[in-house]
C-alpha cells in the first residue's frame, strides 16, 4: 500500500521566493494534518482538514502561510514570501476511521 | 506548562536493555495514546497504539496507560541497535472540537550501543 506521498523531499530556495509543497494522502483517510518539525520547537501542527475542510488553522503562524485541499487527493502548503526562519521539515499526515495518524517522509526547506 | 511533558534525553543504553520512556500530561480528557518512533531524516512512523488505560504488548515492545497518574510509558525490552531514534507520545481526545487532533511529546532521543 501506498502511505502518504509528499514532494519535493527537499527544497532549497531563496527568502522572498513562494514555495509549494504537496501532499497526497492515504486512499479513502478523510483528514489531513500538516505540521512543521524543527530542533527547537519539536513537531507543530499547522493546519488539518476533515473531509477536504480546513477545521482547525490555528498553528499557521503568519499570513504568508496558506493550505489548501482541494479534493480527497491531494493538498498543498504555500508559503509566499518565504523567509529563513521557515527553515524546518513539513510533514503532511492522514487519517482514516481511528486516531492514529501516518506520516509522509517530509519535506526539508531551507529557505537562505 | 506543556500538556504533555516528555524528557527529551537523550538517553544511551547498552543493547540488550530495557528502556523506559515516558510522558506525562495534564489534560484529562485524553483517552487515546499513541508512541511514535522516528528514525533520522524520516518521518513519523507509529509504533503503538493504545486507548484508555491498562498495557498492550507488541513483540518487544510494552505501552502502558494509567489515567490516574496521567502517565505513559513506553518500555522496550531486549534493545536493539536498530531501536535507535528518537521516541514521540501522542495523544488525543475521544472528540469534541479537538477531534482528531494530536498533541505531541517533544521526543526522547535514544541510542542504543553494541
Known amino acids: 500500500d501506498a502511505g502518504v506521498i509528499q514532494s519535493p523531499r527537499h527544497e532549497v530556495t531563496e527568502m522572498g521566493q513562494e514555495v509549494t509543497l504537496r501532499c497526497k494522502p492515504i486512499?479513502?483517510?478523510?483528514?489531513l494534518f500538516w505540521y512543521r518539525q524543527t530542533m527547537m520547537r519539536g513537531l507543530e501542527l499547522l493546519i488539518y482538514?476533515?473531509?477536504?475542510?480546513?477545521?482547525?488553522d490555528s498553528g499557521m503562524p503568519e499570513d504568508r502561510f496558506s493550505a489548501k485541499m482541494p479534493n480527497a487527493s491531494f493538498s498543498t502548503l504555500k508559503i509566499q514570501p518565504s523567509e529563513p526562519r521557515d527553515s524546518a521539515v513539513y510533514f503532511c499526515a492522514s487519517r482514516g476511521q481511528g486516531y492514529e495518524q501516518y506520516f509522509g517522509p517530509g519535506t526539508r526547506l531551507t529557505v537562505t | 506548562q506543556k500538556e504533555v511533558e516528555q524528557d527529551p534525553g537523550p538517553l544511551s543504553v547498552p543493547e540488550g536493555a530495557i528502556v523506559s520512556l515516558n510522558c506525562t500530561y495534564s489534560n484529562s480528557a485524553f483517552q487515546y495514546f499513541m508512541w511514535y518512533r522516528q528514525y533520522s531524516r524520516k518521518g513519523p512512523e507509529l509504533l503503538m497504539y493504545?486507548?484508555?488505560?491498562g498495557n498492550k504488548e507488541d513483540g518487544r515492545f510494552t505501552a502502558q496507560v494509567d489515567k490516574s497518574s496521567k502517565y505513559i510509558s513506553l518500555f522496550i525490552r531486549d534493545s536493539q541497535p536498530s531501536d535507535s531514534a528518537t521516541y514521540l507520545c501522542a495523544m488525543s481526545n475521544a472528540g469534541g472540537t479537538s477531534y482528531g487532533k494530536l498533541t505531541f511529546g517533544q521526543g526522547t532521543i535514544l541510542t542504543v550501543h553494541p
Open positions: 493504545t486507548y484508555s488505560s
Open positions: 486512499s479513502g483517510h478523510n483528514s
Open positions: 482538514f476533515n473531509n477536504n475542510v480546513p477545521i482547525d
